[in-house]
């Protein structure tokens, strides 16, 4: 394809301040906001993968990333884990989650520092995050966790379920019953959510729930382009879910139940059929409502990335030839219309007429899902990507 990641690290790598990295504008530029743990920590996670493939210079951003979540302004050195921002010290499971990934790849990396970060991620995110009575994530607290937020997302525990595999692989050497206990944390989130509350949805996957797990359908409904909790079915996440259920099938192998491939063609068949051009026009709204109707029409970066990962692990895994069909098409319809040449990322949203847009976010602020993609094709599926990508 067009898009490639050379171009896309190198513009990625101008995110760099002095405590993280920064929102990045479409012109190249680090926006006036304060420095955001979730974006350091997904670019401390990209440019690990990068270092894999050999990128001294990507190594370097990687410790820097490292330094900053460590012992910077992003940590909070008084009540332990990570504020949602420089300014922001609440404590959000969706924010530990990508610091926790970061530090995994990180370690997979032997990034400096790394070590002990994933020591300090993993124990943070057991103790304040992980509900092993409901085999889920709690969703966030105030900046001492005296408070909970009594929302639970299905958006938290699935990066949080990519975040434990990372670890898991991370460490497969040298903890082999932490990798044990983290995939088994793994399996029970995929279970709850994917074979309990998408599968009895008919792969509708609700998103948003209360504190004791109930469905919370109308959520939202007021504030529907809402970035992280939009209202009614995110077709992008049905793709990630059925994606991460191959990871997982992978790594366990064996001991893998025959519902995760059952389930990851079902969230997959559900997405592709009900998204792809659902308001007429090429492309996957952001949401749907609950008959399958267009809630946000706006086209996000994120979803057809996901969708073409979804697709190629899909055909790595299955040898499912449609699935290839449907990656390939996806990813010429990334380069037409998504691909900004003059940045090497993609824009980040687009009208459904295919102009950029600015409903949900403004600028590209992050590589994350774009490098993913691309790292994604053609590999052997593992639990992380960045195993996949080890010698």
């Not at 479409?26 to 420095?35: H, I, L, N, Y």
């Not at 990507?58 to 949602?84: I, K, N």
């Not at 970066?301 to 699935?323: K, S």
């Amino acid at each position: 394809m067009q898009t490639e990641l050379g171009p896309l690290l190198a513009f990625a790598a101008r995110s760099r301040v002095p405590d993280g990295f920064g929102y990045l504008g479409a012109d190249g530029e680090v926006q006036e906001r304060p420095t955001e743990t979730w974006i350091s920590a997904r670019m401390t996670h990209v440019f690990s993968l990068a270092a894999l493939l050999g990128s001294t210079e990507a190594l370097d951003l990687a410790e820097h990333g490292v330094r900053a979540l460590a012992g910077g302004p992003l940590h909070d050195a008084e009540h332990g884990g990570w504020g949602e921002s420089t300014t922001g010290r609440g404590k959000a499971a969706y924010v530990h989650a990508f610091v926790l990934l970061a530090a995994s790849s990180a370690v997979t990396a032997a990034v400096p520092g790394a070590d002990d970060l994933l020591t300090d991620a993993l124990a943070v995110w057991e103790d304040r995050f992980w509900d092993d009575a409901e085999g889920l994530a709690r969703e966030s607290f105030s900046a001492d966790w005296s408070a909970g937020e009594d929302y639970r997302g299905a958006n938290a525990n699935m990066h949080g379920v990519e975040a434990v595999l990372a670890a898991a692989d991370a460490l497969a050497g040298t903890h082999p019953e932490v990798t044990a206990r983290l995939r088994t944390h793994a399996l029970r989130a995929t279970e709850r959510i994917v074979h309990g509350f998408a599968r009895e949805a008919d792969w509708r996957l609700p998103e948003h729930f209360t504190a004791d797990w109930t469905p919370l359908p109308e959520f939202n409904a007021d504030a529907p382009a809402d970035p992280f909790r939009p209202y009614g079915v995110t077709v992008g996440h049905q793709f990630e879910w059925s994606r991460l259920c191959l990871h997982l099938a992978a790594v366990l192998g064996d001991r893998a139940p025959g519902w995760l491939r059952t389930d990851a063609d079902g969230l997959f068949t559900a997405a592709t059929g009900r998204g792809w051009a659902a308001d007429g026009h090429p492309g996957f709204p952001y949401t749907l409502d609950w008959s399958d109707r267009p809630v946000v029409a706006a086209r996000m970066h994120w979803v057809l990335c996901e969708a073409v990962a979804a697709a190629a692990v899909r055909h790595e895994v299955t040898g499912d030839p449609r699935a290839a069909g449907l990656q390939h098409a996806w990813e010429a319809h990334g380069d037409a219309h998504f691909l900004d040449r003059s940045t090497g990322s993609w824009h980040h949203e687009l009208t459904p007429a295919g102009e950029v847009g600015s409903g949900t976010w403004t600028g590209q602020p992050d590589a994350y899902h774009l490098a993913q993609m691309l790292l994604l094709r053609d590999r052997a599926v593992r639990g992380s990507l960045a195993a996949a990508l080890l010698p």
